[in-house]
């Protein structure tokens, strides 16, 4: 089936500096990726939505100054946490649509941990 | 407002029991309902699609309905084993194909 990577996988930082975290489909082409958020024992919760060259869409409540968002290809986007406070630790997950299917499964990353010290 | 509520307390079977978990929506009109597996620390793996118009999806020991009317979807696990202890989350489709996920619920099979 089709892969989506992450990376990094997890990651440590101190507060007021930036993170970025890049997902990747590596076999096939993924014209909308989505990025989520899951805090402890809650479900997934959809931050944005990411189109290949076009400016990402954010849900409410999700600040794009904060979270930026670059779908610079058909096979990566790229999350940056920007000014990171301990609030933002949390699980990001990417998913990527096959741009081939109308409609149908979104394959998601493994993930990345972020803690904000 | 829209609402998906999964059971947030968790399941516990025999192994070789079936598993039911419920998926209930309110002020949705989802085109399809998808299920999802979800192992700690991991991104969800995906299970099974079911459209509107279908009323019962299989896929080994996997079984899916969707009542439109009552506004539900029931996942079953037949058989089940151990391995099949983890969080299933149940997603609907909306505008644009975006998925609003369910709270989850954890299964625990005991052997």
């Known amino acids: 089936g089709a892969v989506v990577s992450q990376h990094p996988s997890w990651v440590i930082c101190k507060s007021g500096t930036s993170v970025k975290i890049e997902c990747r489909s590596l076999?096939?082409?993924?014209?909308?990726m989505f990025w989520y958020r899951q805090f402890p024992k809650q479900s997934l919760m959809l931050m944005a939505t990411s189109n290949e060259g076009s400016k990402a869409t954010y849900e409410q409540g999700v600040e794009k100054d904060k979270f930026l968002i670059n779908h610079a290809s058909l096979t990566l986007s790229t999350l940056t946490v920007t000014s990171a406070h301990p609030e933002d630790s949390s699980f990001y997950i990417c998913?990527?649509?096959?741009?081939?299917?109308?409609?149908?499964?979104?394959?998601f990353g493994p993930g990345t941990r972020l803690t904000v010290l | 407002s829209q609402k998906i509520e999964q059971n947030s307390e968790a399941l516990n079977i025999q192994e070789g029991k079936t598993a039911t978990l419920t998926c209930n929506y309110t002020n949705y009109s989802p085109a399809y309902l998808q299920w999802y597996r979800q192992d700690p620390g991991r991104g969800p793996v995906f299970l099974l699609l079911?459209?509107?118009?279908?009323k019962e999806k299989r896929k080994e020991r996997l079984k899916v309905t969707f009542d439109t009317t009552l506004k539900q979807s029931l996942f079953h696990i037949t058989a089940s084993q151990p391995a099949d202890s983890a969080t299933y989350l149940c997603?609907?489709?909306?505008?644009?194909?975006?998925?609003?996920f369910g709270g989850g619920t954890r299964l625990m099979v005991k052997p």
């Open positions: 079911i459209r509107e118009n279908e």
């Open positions: 998913s990527a649509r096959d741009r081939k299917l109308a409609e149908g499964e979104q394959f």
């Open positions: 997603a609907l489709a909306g505008a644009g194909n975006m998925l609003t």
């Open positions: 076999d096939f082409q993924a014209t909308t």
